[in-house]
């Protein structure tokens, strides 16, 4: 049994069954024995790779959108540039390295890093090492400047509650003890608002903390000025499990190895939706928007000179990170501006 199972056990002896959000909350982000906490979880030897440690180019063409954003709000000579979730913090390395070809830009970003973890923190500080850093417990920390933020795979790390359809009443999934070990199942519920229609048995999750975080994002532009970009694998609306835990690039069981193993659920980008307030808000899949903004030009540009294979493996990285059967089409590219602003680029 994990530490952090042992505290899971005795919380749920004293206050009964846990709610799932309680549950992914205190695996991913306990202060001893969360996952984030403890671990360095990222990268091909890591639990799972994501978009930026899968290949400079994403980083890059972020960086490129961000200061297309930049342009486009006035080219502030002071504003705030955040990351939710950094990880490794290679995402806004990769960020400021293309920035260094606009230089009013580069001077301009006053870099934050929005973070739980101690141990990220410290990789963080190491990738960004060239810059000053500042580390925000929350949106609401920033000043008045204009905002430019981004996050990738922060979202799915936030807790979500799910509820499961019995005939005609909605039930919540709640963490019991069951003959000594833990198990899912199902208790009352105070939450009242549910999808119509939905059939026996369906299962409805909600995440109130993801949708709490889009909407400060949202005020933050609408009163600052600004611009968002966020990617996340998820869906718009529907219903279904999508809790899932893994380690080593393969799943396992939710509730075993509590703290040990990552939990994420899919973003569901309707729900964000409703919480953009007065900015506008765009949508697209991460392959979309990455062959729109160029990640094909950009793929020639670094294979030239280069040998075969590096091209080669340059190519498996335009392929991974859009391809419809890799994370093209189940990972989204969220934008938010403020109202009345063109369209961004790639969307
Ligand atoms: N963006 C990085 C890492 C994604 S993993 C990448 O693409 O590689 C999720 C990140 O969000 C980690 O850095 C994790 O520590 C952080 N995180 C998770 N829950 C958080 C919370 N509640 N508040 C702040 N950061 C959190």
């Not at 994501?50 to 961000?66: C, D, K, R, S, Y």
């Not at 990351?83 to 001077?107: I, N």
């Not at 026996?200 to 995440?207: K, L, P, Q, T, Y």
Request: proline letters at 5%; one cysteine or more; a negative charge.
């Amino acid at each position: 049994m994990t530490p952090l199972e042992a505290l899971i056990r005795s919380e749920i002896e004293t206050q009964g069954p846990m709610r799932m959000d309680r549950y992914m909350d205190l695996c991913l982000t306990h202060p001893e024995h969360g996952y984030y906490t403890t671990g360095t979880p990222f990268g091909a030897a890591g639990d799972f790779i994501t978009a930026p440690e899968i290949h400079q180019m994403f980083g890059e063409l972020v960086g490129v959108w961000l200061i297309h954003m930049w342009q486009e709000i006035g080219q502030p000579d002071d504003f705030e540039l955040i990351e939710l979730g950094p990880g490794r913090g290679t995402l806004m390395a990769d960020v400021m390295r293309v920035a260094q070809a606009v230089p009013a830009f580069h001077s301009a970003a006053k870099i934050n890093l929005l973070e739980t973890s101690s141990q990220l923190r410290k990789l963080q500080k190491a990738s960004l090492q060239n810059f000053d850093v500042t580390w925000v417990d929350q949106i609401s920390d920033l000043s008045d400047r204009p905002t430019l933020l981004i996050a990738n795979e922060f979202f799915d790390a936030l807790p979500v509650r799910q509820f499961q359809k019995i005939g005609d009443v909605w039930l919540e999934r709640l963490v019991k003890l069951k003959n000594g070990d833990l198990s899912v199942g199902l208790g009352k519920t105070t939450e009242t608002v549910f999808p119509v229609p939905a059939s026996d048995g369906a299962i409805f999750e909600r995440s109130t903390a993801r949708e709490v975080v889009l909407a400060q994002i949202a005020d933050e532009i609408a009163s600052n000025d600004g611009a968002a970009l966020i990617f996340d694998y998820g869906d718009v609306g529907g219903l279904g499990d999508t809790l899932q835990a893994v380690a080593d690039h393969s799943p396992v069981p939710i509730l075993e190895r509590s703290g040990e193993v990552d939990l994420t659920s899919h973003v569901d980008f309707a729900a964000l939706g409703r919480q953009i307030g007065d900015c506008a808000g765009h949508l697209t899949t991460q392959g979309q928007f990455l062959k729109s903004i160029g990640i094909d030009a950009r793929a020639d540009a670094l294979g030239q000179g280069k040998s075969a294979s590096e091209q080669e493996e340059t190519a498996r990285a335009v392929q991974r990170l859009t391809g419809e059967t890799a994370m093209g089409t189940l990972f989204k590219a969220m934008a938010l501006t403020r109202n009345g602003r063109p369209t961004p680029p790639g969307f």
